[in-house]
């Protein structure tokens, strides 16, 4: 008999109170962002040091100049473990797309199953649980924990993370483990957990061309005056070639293709392309050519124009040639692009552009680069077959469109890879409106943790 058999048993019997647990901590609206909820979030970061504590962690709330830390200290031996997670939420505007007050969680019956409805319940508060209900079920059935944990608790993940570099540096030698687990990420569909592998990193780069002092009336300039709106316009529309591949000098230096491995396993996944674009009234894949969606967003760099203004937008017409006009773009990049090298390759790209009289600012946004875990360390097997024996499906490694950052700063601040596990779905609304969790990644999120933690030990 496995030692996680009487916990996984443990798990079941007591979801119930786990749930109201979860629940309390929902109430607490801790909207980082938002200085009129400080104490909220400082209420949250108390209310997990006694829920810690109460499982027997040595557990504290340590201050910073914004919301506070929550460190646990647990176990033993085997394994040294961190486990990350945040306690806060983002805003819930606008209200009245709400179906019901976001921070009075309920379960709801939906056609495809039971849900967690409220702001917070899959993202963290959700996922954050399913490891400290995985950790209660473990003490109460053998009375410790199966490894030694430290627990790390962020209050401010929400709102940029101000506070988090200062606080892994100044606390480097507390926090430094083997390996660390992150439970903010999801599975690939509501069938089949994931291990998240690979995740992009980013540029971005806010920029403004000039030209005249002042906007200039087109009838008296039109023709004769540079207009920076059709400069502008001209760069970016410069930045793909019509295969869908970005055009910047030395952009693809260091990009890999796929291993052959991962290409198959994520072939076999059958992601349905259409129904993905579908589901946002799109038809056609707009990425590089001769790459799958899949390969598209989770494994090839991108160069987007998130926004472009100048000149006069208001109502009516006002015949003007602006001034100036402003762009933002940023660069998803994937392991061996240098995010600085990007960077002055694309401004250098816009110099090269400029024609006589104009000329152009920057302001960048953020330089980091893509993180790829080392699926080859012994620890991503074993929680593969973790998950695998959970769900009773293969779990796969996949990979992520986006960046999160707490994986970077682990491992350039204490030098350990992460492991991402989490059983968030696509359709959980986050940052929406609605937001939700089904009620199965919660329930079998804990029990999916319990095997870990028993394989990982």
């Known amino acids: 008999m496995s030692n996680s058999d009487a916990v996984l048993t443990r798990v079941d019997a007591d979801l119930d109170a786990s749930l109201e647990r979860l629940f309390e901590l929902i109430r607490i609206e801790s909207i980082s962002t938002d200085p009129a909820y400080k104490s909220a979030c400082a ?235 579908g589901g946002v009234n799109l038809s056609e894949l707009a990425g590089e050519t001769g790459y799958s969606a899949l390969e598209q967003i989770w494994a090839r760099p991108t160069a987007e124009v998130n926004g472009i203004w100048g000149g006069y937008t208001g109502a009516g017409f006002k015949t003007v040639l602006p001034a100036e006009a402003s762009a933002k773009v940023s660069f998803r990049l994937v392991a061996g692009q240098d995010p600085l090298k990007v960077q002055e390759s694309f401004r250098q790209y816009i110099r090269d552009s400029l024609p006589p009289d104009c000329t152009v600012t920057f302001d960048s946004k953020d330089a980091s680069p893509a993180t790829v875990m080392p699926t080859d360390d012994p620890a991503f097997s074993k929680a593969q077959a973790a998950l695998t024996a959970e769900w009773e499906k293969e779990a796969v490694f996949m990979g992520c469109g986006g960046s999160i950052p707490i994986v970077s700063h682990f491992r350039n601040i204490l030098g350990m890879d992460s492991l991402l596990i989490g059983f968030g779905l696509e359709d959980d609304q986050l940052h929406s409106p609605n937001e939700k969790y089904d009620l199965k990644s919660f329930h079998r999120g804990i029990r999916s943790w319990v095997r870990v933690l028993d394989a990982l030990a």
């Not at 690939?188 to 780069?205: C, D, H, Y």
């Not at 920029?207 to 059709?230: C, E, V």
């Open 43 to 277: 209420e949250a970061a108390d209310w997990l040091v006694a829920d810690l504590q109460s499982i027997g962690f040595e557990a504290s709330r340590r201050d910073t100049p914004g919301h506070p830390m929550v460190v646990g200290h647990g176990g033993d031996g085997g394994a040294d473990l961190l486990f990350y997670g945040h306690y806060d939420v983002q805003p819930v505007d606008p209200l009245d797309l709400w179906d019901r007050p976001p921070f009075e969680p309920q379960i709801e019956d939906t056609p495809k199953g039971k849900v967690i409805r409220a702001r917070g319940a899959s993202d963290d508060k959700g996922q954050l649980m399913t490891f400290v209900e995985a950790c209660r079920a473990w003490v109460a059935v053998h009375g410790s924990l199966p490894c030694k944990l430290t627990i790390l608790f962020e209050g401010e993940e929400e709102s940029g993370s101000p506070s988090l570099i200062p606080f892994l540096k100044e606390n480097k030698d507390e926090l430094t483990t083997d390996l660390a687990l992150v439970c903010d990420t999801g599975m690939f569909n509501s069938t089949t957990p994931a291990i998240t592998t690979m995740l992009r990193g980013m540029v971005g780069e806010n920029f403004t061309i000039h030209a005249a002092d002042k906007d200039l009336h087109s009838g008296m300039y039109g023709g004769a005056a540079i207009n920076p709106i059709r400069v502008i316009s001209k760069i970016l529309g410069g930045l793909h070639d019509e295969n869908g591949r970005i055009t910047l000098p030395g952009f693809y230096d260091g990009v890999q293709d796929l291993s052959p491995e991962m290409k198959a396993q994520w072939d076999a996944l059958d992601f349905d392309t259409g129904a993905f674009l």
